[in-house]
């Protein structure tokens, strides 16, 4: 069986600067990958390459089967590769129910759009008791449930979160991090980057270690959490 | 005649023809930060094309009632496409630039379109005659011209219909989308080069709409025509709230009435006998932006800049 997801060798460039410098990936269908490391270790400049927002300077990107180099980014969604960026980027002067509309952008079945509106509201009830509201008066917490909402609605086979629980207060990260739970049981496909490494490594059938562009150390999710080196570097143990 | 009921109705209807043009500044800006100082240019072509339509392919003697809708499509179409053309030829291969290159471009562009009016259409090199709508009408105080019904129904009919399109339509949904985040508007699958085409389209358009109206009522156009109208639509449009189509509307209505109630009236206060006049005109509607961006920078309608984020 192939890959959902399939990485090789991807490099990505800003200038004459590389910010990932050769990683290999793959996701299966149903599983959840994790990539963690610190600031600048380049997870989201392969989030934002494998949407297309940035143009890869070498390897391959293999999604569904399909090659995605050259696929602008404004296709790549409709392949079901769908993006929660990182800072929520949710739009603020549009509503919430807007927002959510905006995600199923793509779509023609306005009877499913509307179920699966719907299904956000019931996943996250604080968006259906706000669905008039500017998205901009939302709490953090609750922008980041709209991205998360907003990048379903595209009916996605994989969804890509980038540090959904970043800035988060503690009771708020819980909340996102069970919906992540919640999701991964109802078989949905996700690659998450997360700074929260304990949380992203308990949840994740597999996980890979980045550190400045490279890919230092991959494993289960589980073998990573008991790996001496992780805890030390990103567990916060001595 | 210039009794004050007057002096509002022109300033009104000269408002409008602002409002109609400061749309395009305000929906390219509100896109891609962009200010398209060749917009007034856009305008003049439309004029011209306008007129090419009533003076080179409409037989002689051709009823207005014909003509004009005619008109209003020939320079549509001439506006519509000097704007899409800057915009991928011009502004396009700029837009990872740094600011000052597309405003220098703009600047470039607005020149160039000036001269090659002047010296390829025909008799422009002076001002051109454009068939004019005089008749009028008296209502009340107020005498108002068939050009002024013409601009009052085309500034209302696209007025009224661009913010339907804007907040019911899925493009203009996805524009909305555009202009607060292109990125992200990006990963929900919108493509937002074509919806900055649609923009430069529809700036496009109504300064056509805009261009016939003038043409009609003031009877003749030039090359140099849209320095002016375009500098006061941009004044309109960064007073109403710069990225804001209401704003250019209300900003527009806001200048042209100022200024025309400002010329009318101010050397009535003694001491400023000297300072009235039309010639006064321009200086009243500089000063009043002046005020108002010194009392509220963001303009009548604009967001704060918090709201951005």
Redesign the interface.
């Known amino acids: 069986m192939t890959a959902l997801l399939e990485v090789e060798d991807l490099r990505v460039s800003y200038g004459k600067i590389e910010a990932v410098k050769g990683i290999s990936f793959s996701v299966e269908a149903g599983q959840v990958v994790t990539l963690i490391g610190t600031n600048g270790a380049g997870k989201t400049t392969t989030l934002r390459t494998l ?3 940035l143009q890869p300077s070498g390897g391959n990107i293999t999604f569904d089967g399909k090659p995605l180099k050259n696929v ?4 790549i ?2 392949l079901g590769l ?2 929660s ?1 990182e800072g929520r ?1 949710i ?4 509503t919430i129910a ?1 927002n959510l ?3 199923a ?2 779509r023609k079945d306005k009877e499913g759009i509307e179920k699966d509106i719907q299904r956000a509201y019931d996943l996250f009830p604080i968006l259906g008791e706000r669905q008039k509201q500017a998205a ?1 008066t939302l709490s953090g917490g609750e922008q980041q449930m709209l991205a998360m909402g ?2 379903l609605m ?1 009916q996605p086979k994989l969804l890509m979160l980038d540090e959904p629980s970043m800035g988060l207060s503690p009771i708020m990260m819980q909340k996102i991090l069970a919906t992540i739970v919640e999701l991964k049981a109802s078989g949905t496909t996700i690659l998450l980057v997360e700074q929260n490494a304990q949380a992203a490594l308990s949840l994740a059938d597999q996980g890979h270690v980045m550190e400045v562009g490279n890919i230092v150390l991959s494993g289960t999710g589980q073998d990573l959490l008991h790996d001496e080196s992780v805890r030390k570097a990103y567990l916060g143990e001595d | 005649m210039n009794t004050l009921p007057q002096q509002l109705a022109n300033g009104l209807l000269l408002g409008s023809m602002y409002g109609l043009i400061a749309i395009g500044y305000t929906m390219v800006y509100g896109i891609v930060q962009l200010i398209n100082f060749a917009h007034g240019e856009i305008f003049m072509t439309g004029a011209f094309g306008a007129l090419t339509v009533y003076a080179y392919i409409l037989p002689d003697g051709t009823s207005m009632v014909v003509a004009v809708p005619l008109m209003l499509i020939g320079g549509g179409i001439v506006s519509v496409l000097v704007a899409v053309g800057a915009e991928r030829f011009a502004y396009r291969p700029l837009r990872q630039a740094p600011r000052l290159a597309p405003l220098i471009t703009a600047i470039g562009l607005s020149l160039a379109l000036q001269e090659v009016v002047r010296n390829f259409y025909p008799g422009a090199d002076k001002d051109r005659s454009f068939p004019s709508l005089d008749g009028s009408h008296d209502i009340g105080s107020v005498t108002i011209t068939d050009a002024d019904i013409f601009l009052v129904v085309a500034a209302i009919v696209c007025m009224s219909g661009l913010a339907w399109f804007v907040r019911k339509s ?1 493009t203009g ?2 524009m ?2 555009t202009a ?2 292109p ?10 080069n074509r919806i900055i085409v649609i923009a430069f389209a529809i700036g496009g358009f109504f300064a056509a709409v805009a261009a016939v109206s003038y043409g009609l009522k003031y009877g003749n156009i030039g090359y140099r025509m849209g320095f002016l109208m375009g500098l006061k639509a941009f004044t309109a449009a960064v007073m109403g709230g710069i990225g804001n189509i209401y704003g250019a509307m209300l900003g527009g209505v806001v200048l042209g009435v100022a200024e025309t109630l400002a010329s009318a009236y101010i050397n009535h206060i003694p001491g400023m006998q000297q300072l009235g006049g039309s010639g006064w005109a321009n200086v009243w509607a500089f000063c009043l932006l002046i005020l108002v961006l010194l009392f509220r920078p963001q303009g009548l309608l604009g ?1 704060r800049v918090a ?3």
């Open positions: 949407s297309g927002l602008p980014a404004h296709k969604v409709s769908a993006h960026p980027h739009f603020p002067r549009l807007e509309q905006l995600g952008f793509l901009g907003r990048a595209s | 899925r949904r996805a909305q989308a607060q985040d990125d992200t508007s990006q990963l929900m699958g919108i493509d937002t967001e709201d951005r984020a």
